[in-house]
């Protein structure tokens, strides 16, 4: 089947900073990126980089932290766990470096008639998380789980609707999006009018998914649920979510 090609953009790195002990901020900005729009929560780019260790190029997802159209420039959110190339690449980003991107892709939009959103992320889906708690109205009520290593990773969440911060720290030797899991298995909710939205690592995503729809009977449209990662897996794709 004939796929029509993505366009790409040619972006320079302005500026990198650490938001958390192991999250890099990487401004991308540069003239190539003059036809890009991103105005929706939770969009994403295709990030194309050249691994350090190895030279070779890959493309991985990241989710838009901020776009302004002025410059123009991105802020993508990076999570430095050690093990892939686009982790090592952004471990040693520094600006002046060229890389390209395409997308954008995946907007969230709200559900008409959901009164209470409960939202659950990982590290890697925390850019895509604070995108859609800082887009909800004023009047909308909800619940945010953000899993991440302990007090010291964690960041300011803004917006206008009334939304409970939950901050669920990893303890040693569990695995990345157990706790996380465990925590939104349990999460109180309203009886009626609840959308949710969670992504990370594909595994506990699984579980949560199934929660969604088996535990609390929502139906799939309300329920959205990416794996974002796999452990021990490269690249990976998640079958089951469909942008
Ligand atoms: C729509 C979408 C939006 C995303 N947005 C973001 C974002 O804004 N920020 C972000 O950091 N990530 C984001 N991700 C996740 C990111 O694309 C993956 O983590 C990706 O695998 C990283 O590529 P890599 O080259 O570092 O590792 P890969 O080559 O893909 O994997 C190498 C190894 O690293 C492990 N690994 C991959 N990711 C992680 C992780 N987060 N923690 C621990 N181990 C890991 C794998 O299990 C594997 O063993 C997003 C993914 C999707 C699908």
Same mark, same amino acid.
């Given at each position: 089947?004939?796929r ?6 040619? #972006? ?22 003059? #036809?890009?729009r ?14 350090p ?16 159209? /002025? ?7 990076v999570?430095?766990?050690? @093990?892939?190339? /686009? ?5 040693a ?12 892709r ?5 559900? #008409? ?24 109205p ?24 009334d ?12 695995? @990345? ?23 990370g690592?594909?595994? /506990? ?17 309300? #329920?959205?649920? @990416?794996?974002?990662? @796999?452990?021990?897996? /490269? ?9």
């Amino acid at each position: 089947m004939f796929r029509a090609r993505r366009t790409r953009y040619a #972006a320079t790195v302005k500026s990198v900073s650490r938001i958390a002990p192991r999250m890099a901020r990487i401004s991308l900005e540069g003239p190539g990126m003059s #036809a890009f729009r991103c105005d929706e929560p939770t969009q994403w780019v295709k990030l194309f980089v050249t691994d350090p260790l190895d030279g070779q190029t890959v493309g991985r997802a990241y989710t838009v932290r901020h776009y302004s159209s /002025a410059e123009p420039r991105i802020d993508i959110d990076v999570v430095l766990h050690g @093990k892939g190339p /686009a982790a090592r690449w952004a471990e040693a980003a520094a600006p002046g470096q060229e890389v390209s991107f395409g997308g954008p892709r995946g907007a969230f939009r709200p559900e #008409a008639d959901a009164a209470f959103y409960l939202l659950a992320g990982d590290e890697s889906a925390q850019p895509a998380v604070l995108t859609i708690a800082e887009s909800l109205p004023p009047g909308m009520r909800g619940a945010v789980y953000l899993e991440v290593e302990g007090p010291q990773a964690e960041t300011e969440v803004s917006g206008q609707a009334d939304l409970d911060i939950i901050w669920v720290h990893r303890t040693t030797g569990r695995r @990345k999006g157990e706790a996380l899991r465990d925590a939104v298995l349990k999460a109180p909710l309203p009886r009626e009018h609840v959308a949710a939205w969670a992504a990370g690592e594909s595994g /506990a995503v699984k579980d949560i998914r199934r929660h969604f729809t088996e535990g609390i009977g929502l139906d799939r449209r309300r #329920a959205y649920a @990416k794996g974002y990662w @796999k452990l021990d897996e /490269a690249d990976h794709r998640d079958p089951l979510a469909s942008d």
